[in-house]
């Protein structure tokens, strides 16, 4: 009988003021190992027209779990699996958020969707380190 357990993640957003809850589940048998590392934080993109890559903190680029973004003041574009020029994948319009899983080994990227402002966002990773 295989195993099975369930991560809970808790989310305090704290520029948002918000509390978010983010749970998973994996299961023992096919699951190498459960989330370890969490990276939070607040950024504002440094040019609207250029892709910038999500800074991961500890998680390791090839055990990224789960990704939490909002979208604070402008659009978001989001490339999940950016080689070598940006793709638009995902847009998160400016207030909303979203919450997903990425490929393991693709390289995330963010950009403005109108190439113009410089938006503000948050995010929360979760993955192995």
């Not at 500890?58 to 080689?83: E, G």
Request: with cysteine; glycine share 8%.
């Amino acid at each position: 009988m295989a195993g099975s357990c369930k991560i809970e993640t808790k989310l305090n957003l704290t520029g948002l003021g918000e509390e978010i809850t983010i749970a998973d589940d994996y299961d023992v048998a096919t699951t190498d190992a459960a989330p370890t590392a969490f990276n939070k934080q607040y950024r504002t993109l440094a040019s609207g027209g250029m892709g910038e890559l999500l800074d991961l903190g500890d998680v390791q680029q090839d055990q990224l779990r789960l990704i939490y973004i909002k979208a604070i003041d402008y659009d978001l574009d989001i490339d999940t699996s950016w080689v070598t020029s940006f793709s638009t994948e995902l847009t998160i319009l400016a207030g909303e958020s979203q919450i997903f899983r990425v490929p393991v080994d693709n390289v995330i990227q963010v950009k403005n969707t109108t190439g113009v402002e410089t938006p503000a966002y948050e995010y929360a990773v979760v993955g192995l380190t």
